[in-house]
């Protein structure tokens, strides 16, 4: 019977090895874990991770030829070595026969080589082959992505052994992937096959956001501009949304690895090209970060801003970029209330205190008990968010809501909720709409919802009546006065997709219309002569001081690199293991060597160039 171990029972391994269970009913799948609280989570009927259709897969094989357990010889010893090289070092411990080592992690190029020298240092005359299979699913469409790959890619060496291990992972595979989307490459290609797909895809992204800004400059619309881009058939329609900038887990650092790899292989240039893509993400939410603020007319005295959503995309419990960075840029500035239905808010003090890049490492690794960040009060629900101190505070308190994503289910019905209540609310409320993500299709034919705000201006209270259209990432208000002064109009109010209000018009009545396309947009500050100018914020951030630092300062998550940095893997066999012999000496077999493992910390595992060979090569 054909036995796969897979160690980490993470976002990847968890859903990855439930598919090839379920699929695969030959094969018996363990997949293990340091973590405690993550293992009896997999047990369990709460899975630690919401993926939909995961809780069926799992249920459908677990306990059958699917099995979750902290079974392992890091039970013994704290996991102080670099994760990668301790589970090659725990593999060469307890293999007693010929093994496939398939690396399913995003890696820097040539971590198979290093992980291939590990185990062949200590493999007691077992042969290793060592594969490389990166995995391309997203977060939140896990299941879907397993089930219907673009494709499946596996590298291996360019040898008859080589070639016979990537058969064998060939045909796990076939058990439901057609024949050809499986590809197959040498090792360092499907490494790198990996850190390149996703720097192609925030490409995209970074180049949509750097159109936003020119199409707000000139009054393009970035919407009507990304899609006629993306009918062109050698470009293609999909990741071409403007947004906040990128979030998630791996955008971010697979392209600073890939900067680094570049760096480390004497490519400046190749370097500071794929950099720019994370400075024009940095530059997306600083911008929007200062749009926030200079649509308070740069001034914050006497006000609140909520956030109502957190996590970076649909139904997902995980917040990371570019929710935080957001957060982080305007608690400069004021108070912050933040909803969101998924994340609790625990996960959201946690992400708001840690350090850039620590929210990604495994729990174990991170801070136990963050400081809770004083300005920040985490609610139950939109309306709490968005009214609770400015109800009772002065009579010029603004609300100013940011909604950062609108892109959950529940959370859209968070924000329906708060908008049906918000009659209630008796203050100026602001509404930002700032980022979107059209590639659900639920926002095409989103609802509308109708407010009432009363505004209460001495002399001068009049009802506003808003209604709001989300079609299309489209928002409109129309407002209905009753006061003295604006008595019987009526103004319709476009609130463009990048959060400003671009448009202001008068209609007679008080229907909504559709959106009417390339009305000259009039720039009209919204009630300019309610708000006093009291504290102006002179000096904006700058996107660079805000986000950039990670460029400058290394993320925690880089390995350092160049000569003095290379991976020195130290001989190394389990005590009681005779070299000269070969041979192992049971009674004093032990896993555990820290000096040796010690000296594995920290060490890279990119080979550096050459460089003699390069200066034979000009020579
Ligand atoms: N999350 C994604 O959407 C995604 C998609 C494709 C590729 N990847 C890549 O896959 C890799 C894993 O990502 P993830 O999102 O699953 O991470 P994760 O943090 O969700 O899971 C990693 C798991 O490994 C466990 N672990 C850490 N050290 C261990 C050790 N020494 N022994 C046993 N278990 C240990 C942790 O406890 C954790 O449960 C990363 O390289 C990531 O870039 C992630
Ligand atoms: O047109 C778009 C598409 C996405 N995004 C943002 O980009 C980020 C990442 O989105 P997505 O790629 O869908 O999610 P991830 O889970 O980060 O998945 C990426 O990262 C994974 C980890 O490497 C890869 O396996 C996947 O193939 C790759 O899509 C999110 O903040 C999105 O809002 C946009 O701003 N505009």
């Known amino acids: 019977m054909v036995k796969i171990c897979c160690i980490g029972a993470g976002y990847v391994g968890g859903p990855t090895m439930a598919m090839i269970a379920l699929k695969c009913p030959s094969i018996e799948v363990a997949v293990v874990d340091i973590s405690v609280p993550r293992i009896t989570a997999w047990n369990s009927d709460q899975l630690p991770i919401y993926e939909p259709g995961l809780d069926d897969v799992v249920k459908q094989c677990r306990g059958k030829n699917l099995f979750f357990s902290t079974d392992g010889p890091w039970s013994r010893q704290s996991c102080r070595f670099d994760i990668l090289g301790g589970a090659a070092r725990m593999i060469a411990d307890v293999s007693k026969s010929d093994k496939i080592v398939?690396?399913?992690?995003?890696?820097?190029?040539?971590?198979?080589?290093?992980?291939?020298?590990?185990?062949?240092?200590?493999?007691?005359?077992?042969?290793?082959?060592?594969?490389?299979?990166?995995?391309?699913l997203a977060e939140g469409t896990a299941i879907q992505d397993l089930l219907h790959p673009d494709r499946v890619l596996i590298g291996g060496r360019d040898t008859p052994e080589g070639q016979k291990a990537i058969q064998a992972l060939k045909a796990v595979y076939s058990n439901w992937v057609p024949e050809e989307r499986i590809l197959c490459t040498n090792l360092w290609s499907a490494e790198l096959s990996k850190l390149a797909a996703n720097a192609f895809l925030a490409q995209r992204i970074s180049s949509v956001n750097a159109m936003s800004a020119l199409c707000e400059a000139t009054g393009a619309d970035v919407t009507q501009v990304s899609y006629a881009v993306g009918t062109d058939s050698r470009i293609g329609p999909k990741f071409l949304n403007a947004s906040v900038g990128f979030g998630?887990?791996?955008?971010?650092?697979?392209?600073?690895?890939l900067v680094y790899i570049c760096e480390c292989n004497g490519l400046p240039e190749v370097a500071e090209y794929w950099k720019q893509v994370i400075k024009i993400n940095d530059y997306q939410k600083s911008s929007f970060v200062n749009r926030v603020v200079s649509s308070m007319f740069n001034t914050v005295a006497n006000k609140k801003i909520a956030i109502l959503g957190f996590a970076f995309k649909k139904d997902l419990v995980i917040p990371r970029d570019p929710a935080i960075d957001v957060c982080k840029g305007l608690l400069g500035t004021r108070p912050v209330s933040i909803y969101d239905p998924q994340v609790t808010e625990d996960q959201i003090q946690r992400d708001l205190t840690m350090n850039k890049f620590d929210w990604d490492h495994p729990l174990h690794l991170q801070p136990m008990s963050p400081t809770t960040v004083k300005q920040v009060s985490?609610?139950?629900?939109?309306?709490?968010?968005?009214?609770?101190?400015?109800?009772?505070?002065a009579a010029l308190s603004l609300v100013h809501i940011v909604c950062l994503a609108f892109q959950t289910a529940s959370y859209l019905e968070g924000v329906k909720w708060f908008l049906n209540d918000l009659s209630m609310v008796r203050s100026h409320t602001r509404l930002v709409v700032s980022t979107r993500d059209n590639r659900n299709t639920q926002l095409s034919s989103l609802l509308l919802w109708e407010l009432r705000i009363v505004i209460p201006v001495p002399g001068n209270s009049f009802q506003m009546k808003a209604r709001i259209v989300l079609g299309n990432l489209k928002m409109k208000r129309l407002q209905e006065t009753v006061g003295e002064d604006l008595n019987g109009a009526n103004k319709e109010l476009e609130i463009n997709p990048s959060g400003g209000?671009?448009?202001?018009?008068?209609?007679?009545?008080?229907?909504?219309?559709?959106?009417?396309?390339?009305?000259?947009?009039?720039h009209f500050p919204f009630f300019p002569h309610y708000f006093e100018l009291d504290h102006r914020v002179t000096a904006l951030v700058q996107p660079r001081d805000i986000y950039s630092v990670l460029l400058d300062h290394p993320p925690r998550k880089l390995v350092s690199v160049g000569p003095d940095h290379q991976a020195d893997v130290p001989e190394w066999a389990p005590k009681g293991f005779s070299k000269s012999s070969g041979s192992l000496d049971e009674s004093g077999a032990h896993v555990d060597d820290d000096e040796n493992g010690v000296k594995l910390v920290g060490t890279c595992v990119i080979p550096r160039p050459i460089w003699s060979h390069l200066h034979t090569a000009v020579a």
């Open 501 to 522: 209000i671009s448009s202001y018009w008068w209609v007679n009545g008080n229907n909504i219309h559709e959106y009417a396309g390339a009305e000259a947009a009039v």
């Open 378 to 393: 985490v609610v139950w629900g939109a309306y709490e968010a968005t009214t609770k101190s400015s109800c009772c505070s």
């Open 248 to 257: 998630g887990s791996c955008f971010q650092k697979d392209i600073l690895n």
């Open 102 to 136: 398939v690396e399913k992690s995003t890696v820097p190029v040539k971590t198979a080589e290093a992980i291939e020298k590990i185990l062949t240092h200590n493999s007691k005359g077992i042969n290793f082959q060592i594969l490389s299979n990166p995995e391309f």
